[in-house]
């Protein structure tokens, strides 16, 4: 069995893996995040999850590597990670009364034979109608800057839904858990 390396400093990814009881290691991916011109929302997160495996192929040459990217997309618009309380405040204004699909990009990459497994997994969220008042209360309570939407969903954000749709509510925490155990298991990895 090949060890499991996750390409990844989210602390919210690690956590969501831990879900699985498999032992792994994680590392940071250096690259370039940019999207390139005309690339589709879905193009992007698989590209990013493919290079984030990949960038770890040589610091892990006979490993099992995990690449994931997250985007929230708002009509036509990407909306990445605010940074800011007047970014984050923004985002969740315009999502008010509207429906936000978060695509995850996920690779699995055998970097002792190359096989890559990879996929694009949606999840959509539909928000209540927010008033910037609550949205305040909300951005000062939990200070999601770092989370794609402004939002965490496994804390207080939870409360901004109206309802949720989608296969797999891990991926719209950035891991989507049950895709990842067909490719883990793919690769002869037992999960339980």
Known sequence: MLP?????SSPYRRELLTRLRVPFIWSSPQIDESRRPNESA??????LSIEKAQALRDSHPA???IGSDQVAVLGEQILGKPHTLERACEQL??????SVTFLTG???FNSASGELQTDCIPFTVHFRSLSEAQIM???????????????KAEGLGISL????????STSLIGL???????????????VP
């Open 106 to 108: 996920l690779s699995l």
């Open 42 to 47: 879905p193009d992007l997160v698989r590209r």
């Open 93 to 98: 204004l315009a999502a008010s009364g509207k």
């Open 4 to 8: 499991l390396v996750l390409a990844s």
């Open 63 to 65: 490993h099992l590597i």
């Open 161 to 168: 839904f109206r309802s949720t749709e989608g296969s797999d």
């Open 137 to 151: 209360r909300y951005l000062n309570a939990e200070q999601p800057f770092d989370c794609a939407g402004s939002f």
């Open 176 to 190: 989507p858990l049950i895709r990842l155990v067909d490719m883990l298991q793919h690769s002869e990895i037992a």
